[in-house]
């Protein structure tokens, strides 16, 4: 699964031309690879005309309820427009929309396996430093406890110090936090599933294979990266020769 996240960026023109570099680039093509775009809400209906059938767009955060709720976009709306996913609990609405744990299982259980969550996790700089990536790892999984989820519940592993820094762990530590993010989600869902895991930030065309080389990485969650078409049809051409070999 790779899923480009264009936060707050695009416009129309900038859709029509993405979908021109990515198909142009696009070579290595494997149907049952899940591509998805998560573009600003305004652009979906845009952007489903422009796709192909085997991608498939998506939100980048999500309200389960509708009615009255200003200014959110609801799970249903989501559906009415062909969306698959919504990302839930990304770094930056945790950080300038204070979105809490609380608030975040909120979404994941009303949400009632309408739609494909991503939920994204991941410890910040100083966390990192202190050595409790797994216990902050943790604290943000136990929202799914003793849950029932949806059969392609995927976990988003982003520490937050990667984001759009150029910097990330190694592919190693990356693959073992993904092993304990299975084995959590195994152990305290209802359904004892184990979940694809995504690795997010700072990837790109040149680090890519070295993520994707590791069994316990089943995907990318792409921010700056996404933006070029033309770099997102890369990644995802290494995507599917590195895990189809
Ligand atoms: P980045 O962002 O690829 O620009 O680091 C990833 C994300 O925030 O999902």
Redesign the pocket.
């Known amino acids: 699964m790779l899923i480009a996240?264009w936060?707050s960026n695009g416009s129309k023109a900038m859709a029509i031309d993405w979908f021109k570099n990515f198909f142009d680039k696009y070579s290595f093509k494997n149907h049952e690879t899940f591509i998805g775009i998560a573009p600003p809400f305004v652009y979906i209906d845009q952007i489903n005309s422009l796709k192909k059938s085997n991608i498939k767009t998506g939100l980048q955060d999500i309200e389960p309820f509708s009615g009255a709720r200003t200014g959110s976009i609801s799970a249903n709306m989501a559906i009415d427009l062909g969306c698959s996913f919504s990302m839930i609990g990304?770094?930056?609405r945790r950080e300038f929309f204070k979105e809490s744990n609380d608030q975040i299982k909120e979404k994941i259980i009303n949400l009632d396996k309408k739609i494909i969550p991503i939920l994204?996790v991941g410890e910040t700089e100083k966390e990192n430093i202190a050595g409790k990536t797994k216990h902050v790892i943790q604290n943000q999984l136990e929202i799914i406890k003793n849950h029932e989820l949806h059969d392609l519940f995927t976990v988003?592993y982003?520490p937050v110090w990667?984001?759009?820094?150029g910097q990330t762990p190694q592919a190693e530590e990356i693959n073992e936090i993904h092993k304990f993010i299975k084995d959590v989600v195994q152990s305290i869902s209802t359904n004892n599933l184990v979940p694809d895991v995504l690795y997010?930030?700072?990837?790109t065309d040149l680090n890519a294979m070295s993520f994707f080389e590791q069994d316990f990485v089943d995907g990318a969650?792409?921010?700056?990266?996404?933006l070029d078409g033309s770099i997102f049809a890369d990644i995802v051409n290494i995507f599917n020769g590195t895990k189809n070999k």
């Open positions: 996240n936060k990304h770094s930056e994204c988003a982003e990667a984001i759009g820094s997010g930030g700072s990837v969650l792409i921010g700056g990266a996404s």
